[in-house]
């Protein structure tokens, strides 16, 4: 999953697409411990799309505070 793909999600996709990935990685885990993991490289690429989608809701958390935080009027 690239950057570009998730910021064209809107909130409710990102925080459900989370929650999957979490489960997966969960089952990732419990395969590399009973050893029936085929690909190890599962585990770290899970681990990288929850990162990204992780860093994505909090560059939109972010902007959002930027956004109220900043005055609407200028007095010059």
Do not use: Y
Not at 2 to 28: C, G, H, T, Y
Not at 33 to 49: G, H, I, M, S, W
């Amino acid at each position: 999953m690239k950057a570009s793909e998730i910021r064209e999600m809107n909130p409710d996709e990102l925080v459900d697409e989370l929650a999957n990935l979490q489960r997966k990685l969960f089952d990732i885990r419990t395969q590399a411990v009973t050893e029936k993991l085929e690909d190890p490289t599962q585990l770290t690429k899970a681990k990288r799309n929850i990162a990204r989608l992780k860093t994505i809701i909090r560059e939109r958390e972010l902007a959002q505070q930027e956004s109220e935080s900043e005055p609407s009027d200028k007095i010059t």
